[in-house]
């Protein structure tokens, strides 16, 4: 289902009964990736509320260049647009993530409860980004005399942004300017808004959002629980769906 909201068309699904959930996607992904979370959640009696940023998905870009604050706004607005009263639990991924700690500090955003899953927000130190971008000028300087070689540098100059946190850079397109502006605000200190009891759900082995960014999130938290599971990547609610609904139980 489609509904206008800011003038941006949005591609939004909205199932089961019960008290609300808002499940928030990330970067580059959709709705979609919530599929088996949304049948978790409507068998144990909650209504799902879902939908693709703009941008990504069947929603169209911003003719903008939005920043966190924009989707969070949007966020808010969609909740209103379809008349949802309460919000029991915002549960947001990666980019997700950050649109929930934006969304409560600015006041776009409410719930009773918090679930944060590999969220991103946390700025990685200058000084990693640098000697990863040096290293991927350095590759492309060193095989440019080898057209051959292309794939390699293209493959290489991947795994350095990769070091840097920015692999999403080189797959984002015309969304290259938003991703951007959403990097580069570090919402560490927005952190403590959220005064709601908070749920963090990492994976051991992430590599795009790494457990020690969970930690410093945690240690701004007035009422965070931290959950780490072993051997799960990014995406630790599909590497482990067992392991995240057990505690997804016990938490809400």
């Known amino acids: 289902m489609k509904v206008l909201v800011n003038g941006q068309l949005i591609e939004y699904k909205k199932e089961g009964r019960g008290r609300t959930i808002l499940l928030l996607h990330g970067w580059g992904d959709s709705l979609a990736t919530f599929n088996d979370l949304t049948k978790y959640f409507v068998g144990r009696g909650f209504e799902v509320i ?18 966190v604050s924009e989707y969070a706004a949007l966020t ?6 379809l008349k949802v009263k309460s919000v029991y639990a915002l549960v947001g991924h990666s980019f997700g993530g950050r649109v929930i700690i934006k969304g409560i500090a600015s006041g776009f955003l409410d719930a009773k409860k918090v679930v944060l899953i590999g969220a ?11 000697q990863a971008f ?8 060193a095989v440019t005399a080898f057209p ?7 493959g290489l100059r991947e795994s ?10 080189l797959r984002a397109g015309q969304m290259q300017q938003i991703f951007l502006n959403t990097i580069n605000e570090d919402l560490l200190p927005e952190v403590a808004a959220i005064t709601q009891p908070t749920l963090l759900l990492w994976g051991e082995n992430d590599s795009e959002t790494p457990v020690r960014q969970a930690e410093l999130i945690q240690a701004q938290l ?6 780490v599971v072993p051997e ?15 505690e997804l139980d016990g938490f809400l």
């Open 232 to 246: 799960a990547g990014h995406f630790v609610f599909m590497d482990d769906p067992m392991a995240v609904t057990k």
């Open 50 to 67: 879902r939908f693709d940023f703009p941008g990504f998905g069947g929603s169209a870009k911003p003719d903008d260049s939005w920043g």
């Open 134 to 141: 040096k290293a991927v000028a350095k590759v492309g300087k």
């Open 160 to 169: 350095l942004y990769g070091a840097a946190g920015s692999t999403d850079y």
């Open 222 to 227: 007035p009422y965070g629980t931290l959950v």
């Open 120 to 130: 991103a927000g946390v700025k990685p130190p200058k000084s990693a980004k640098k």
């Open 148 to 154: 051959g070689l292309k794939n390699l540098r293209e």
């Open 76 to 81: 808010g607005e969609l909740l209103k647009k």
